[in-house]
Nanobody, 126 residues
Framework: QVQLVESGGGLVQPGGSLNLSCVAS????????IGWFRQAPGKEREGVSC??????FHADFAKGRFTISRDNVKKAVFLQMNSLKPEDTAVYYC?????????????????????WGQGIQVTVSS
């Protein structure tokens, strides 16, 4: 059974930075896509940034501000978020796609991901 645990969230002022981490357990292979999603109050969950074995995908709002990386040895994924805005406030989720490792490099769609963490709050406010 795959389990994902996120950390690194919290309260930050506009313009600040946060680095989210997610560690996966129960995965026996490196052949999986992994990514970050978010859900703000009253809104649908949306893809933020996803990564395959070697390619990354960022939503338009994340380009230039967020960087995703992964460590296959630690089975971890990281999301460095810079220049944060109040509209980035949301619960952030880590998720894995164990069906098709490649598609995480060119898309970040909720329906493609089959294992989810419990989420972590990110609040951007002065």
């Amino acid at each position: 059974q795959v389990q994902l645990v996120e950390s690194g969230g919290g309260l930050v002022q506009p313009g600040g930075s946060l680095n989210l981490s997610c560690v996966a357990s129960g995965i026996t292979s490196d052949l999986y896509g992994i990514g970050w999603f978010r859900q703000a109050p009253g809104k649908e969950r949306e893809g933020v940034s996803c990564i395959s074995e070697s390619s990354t995908f960022h939503a338009d709002f994340a380009k230039g501000r967020f960087t995703i990386s992964r460590d296959n040895v630690k089975k971890a994924v990281f999301l460095q978020m810079n220049s944060l805005k109040p509209e980035d406030t949301a619960v952030y989720y880590c998720a894995t796609d164990t069906v098709d490792v490649l598609r995480s490099g060119y898309g970040c769609y909720v329906v493609d991901y089959d294992n989810w963490g419990q989420g972590i709050q990110v609040t951007v406010s002065s």
